[in-house]
């Protein structure tokens, strides 16, 4: 045994001084990170059928809301602690629910769950659309815009159906392969995807747009409680102000197509900041 650790002494000494020995370090890449999150909840299938279209040579760990946070944009929780609940894992990938919104889930995943940076923030597969304004107001985009934020390629995905039956077999592919590109092509610093899918038959294809302009109507049915006090129930219409504009996402998705919009979580309007300057700097 002494000559045997005598002679990788002599080896290892040959090795670092030796000048007709180049040194090589080999670098392993490693496995890419995907942090996956929505805002219809841990419970919601379509949080795991987009784990289902996740490479499976990638690291996998889902954040999502405990309860269903719809409609809550960017909003953070203040003035309450935070719980982190682990999860049975599904299909290699690890499963936390936290008692807070989409956005709570990126921000806490960041800081406390994922081992190193995620090579991709993903929210989804929401249920209901997302297209033309419901950006602003979505949960699934919030936490996509949080992602974008930390310098993260991110993206959202949402489907054209609100029943928790929907079914995500026709466009499962289609995820597949925006996956595999976003890992192959990170986006751009500040620029964020938000994809949404018709659910009526198989897609025809994949089209790049902008969000449609348009406004929701008719938002609030009243109704009277046993008590007599009116309440307000949150309903209405999405109202397309250009239905006949080729270039938006509400014209492709009424054809059957993918829509891929690109977001830019800075929202500054730079095209008005010299007339803004001209009126206001003083």
Known sequence: MFITLY???????????????????IMIEPRPLILVTNDDSIAAPGLLRLVDC?????????VAPA?????????????????I???????????????????????????????????LVLAGINHGSNSGCNVIYSGTMGAVLEGCTY?????GFSILNHSLDADFSATMPFIKDIVADLLTEPLPAGICLNVNMPAREAPLGVR??????????????????????????????????????????EYWLNRNYISVVPVRGDMTAMNYISTTSKRFDR
């Open 151 to 155: 310098g993260i390629t991110s993206c």
């Open 7 to 25: 002679n990788y002494l002599i080896f290892y000494a040959y090795l670092c001084h030796s000048k007709t020995i180049e040194k090589q370090i």
């Open 208 to 249: 790049a747009c902008r969000a449609a302009r348009g406004h929701w109507t008719d938002e609030y049915d009243r109704y009277t409680d046993p008590m007599g006090n009116p309440f307000f129930w949150l309903t209405g219409r999405f109202v397309n102000e250009e239905p006949d504009a080729t270039d938006t996402d």
């Open 85 to 119: 609940r682990a999860h049975d894992d599904y299909r290699g990938a690890r499963l936390f629910s936290i008692g807070g919104t989409p956005v709570d889930c990126v921000k806490l995943a960041m800081s406390a769950i994922v081992p190193r940076r995620p090579t």
């Open 54 to 62: 996740l490479p499976q040579d990638a690291d996998i760990i889902v």
């Open 67 to 83: 309860e269903q946070h719809s409609g809550q944009s960017s909003a953070i929780t203040v003035g309450r602690p935070l719980f």
